[in-house]
């Protein structure tokens, strides 16, 4: 519907519904897997959005674009109110400083609760140490499906002016010098049969142009080499806009340069300044991927060998930060690390549709060694929401998976 607003399609254009999810698996699901960019224009300004899934297991996704945006607008549900995931997304955004505006949506639902989900959202602020900026943070009544905005739950919108003019009075505009050297931060990687990789960031520092010669760096190793952008897109709405130039604040494209990954700083060749990267989260899964050979191997898949596997897993890791891949003593078995198990299964069922045949074993948690020796278990932390009459069951089912209660 922002993109609606933003006169993007044509009156008569047939648009799908939840165009941002541009996988099939997402569709179906009705979950954001990949971060994606998109852009549209308000009053003669253009506004970047990126689109972020919620999903703690896809938490490298937030983890890197969050260096890309100078303000988040945190999407509550007015019936459900705040969810598990939101708390991990916010808790990102909070620790990076963004400014936040509340936008609390579907308030055209027969079961919503406008009135109580403000205080649940101040209350998760309070809970993630939230500045005295962030607990002020303006609040938006929206119903995406109808396409209104308002700023009291009572009246409703017309259409989604109040969040624009929001969003350009609550979120600073990027700041940079735009006459000294350029300089932009890699925060995704795409890739593409026809190019190679496509690095994708935001400008922090002066212009770039196409056929410039650029310095690839990294401020956590020695990373130092030439190269040359040989194409320069921006994104306009959906889609990839070819560009002579960019400057600070643009979001752009860039392909020609090789092994560029995730975290590298593309910079002017005379003064290689690498910027720092947020870290990205541990795995904390993992399974073994192989070779099929149970007495039902080939009949379902292509791709059945050993090297078929490898491409493909080594190739997902090109554009998927939190996932690692490593070889084993095994030619035919990898082992695959993730985030979760919605995580590695969303990679599973992917390949799957791409005519991979493959097993894969038990899902295990990964272990870590202190420098002296003792073996560290990854722990969650959990919180759990139950009426009084389940509490009982659900201790005693804790109690068995050897919980600790800390607070009730």
């Known amino acids: 519907e922002m993109l609606k607003f933003g006169g993007l399609f044509r009156d ?21 897997i990949l971060a994606k960019n998109t852009s549209t224009y308000y009053n003669g300004v253009k506004i970047n959005i990126v689109d972020t899934p919620g999903h703690a297991d896809f938490g490298g996704e937030v983890e890197r674009i969050l260096k890309m945006v100078n303000g988040v607008l945190l999407l509550v549900d007015a019936a459900e109110g705040p969810m598990p995931q939101t708390r991990f997304v916010l808790q990102k955004a909070i620790e990076l400083g963004h400014r936040i505006i509340v936008v609390v949506n579907k308030i055209d639902r027969p079961d919503a609760r406008v009135y109580e989900i403000g205080d649940e959202v101040l209350e998760l602020l309070l809970e993630l140490d939230a500045s005295d900026d962030q607990l002020d943070s303006p609040v938006i009544f929206c119903s995406g499906r109808n396409g209104t905005a308002s700023l009291s739950p009572d009246a409703p919108g017309e259409d989604l002016r109040p969040l624009f003019d929001m969003i350009l009075s609550h979120i600073p505009a990027p700041e940079g010098d735009a006459e000294g050297p350029a300089q932009m931060l890699v925060s995704a990687v795409d890739y593409n049969d026809y190019v190679g990789k496509i690095a994708v960031g935001r400008i922090e520092r002066g212009t770039f142009r196409l056929k410039q010669d650029i310095c690839v760096c990294d401020f956590h190793s020695d990373v130092n080499r030439r190269s040359r952008i040989t194409a320069m897109f921006q994104i306009d709405g959906l889609r990839r806009v070819p560009c002579e130039q960019a400057s600070v604040g643009d979001i752009i494209c860039v392909s020609g340069i090789e092994d560029i990954n995730i975290g590298n700083t593309v910079c002017d060749v005379e003064t290689p300044e690498p910027l720092p990267f947020v870290k990205i989260g541990e795995p904390t899964m993992e399974m073994t991927f192989s070779v099929n050979d149970s007495p039902f191997a080939g009949k379902e898949g292509k791709y059945v060998t050993s090297r078929n596997l490898r491409d493909r897993l080594f190739k997902e890791v090109q554009t998927n930060v939190s996932m690692r891949v490593e070889e084993t003593e095994s030619t035919d078995m990898f082992k695959v690390s993730g985030r979760g198990e919605l995580h590695l299964s969303i990679l599973i069922e992917q390949m799957r549709r791409q005519d991979y045949e493959f097993a894969v074993s038990r899902p295990k948690v990964i272990y870590h060694k202190a420098p002296d020796g003792t073996l560290l278990e990854p722990i969650e932390e959990l919180t759990i929401d139950v009426p009084q009459d389940y509490v009982g069951a659900v201790m005693e089912k804790l109690g068995r998976r050897k919980a600790e209660m800390i607070d009730m």
């Not at 254009?13 to 165009?19: N, P």
């Open 12 to 32: 008569n254009q047939v648009v799908e519904e939840r165009v941002m999810d541009s996988n099939a698996l997402e569709r179906e699901r009705g979950i954001t």
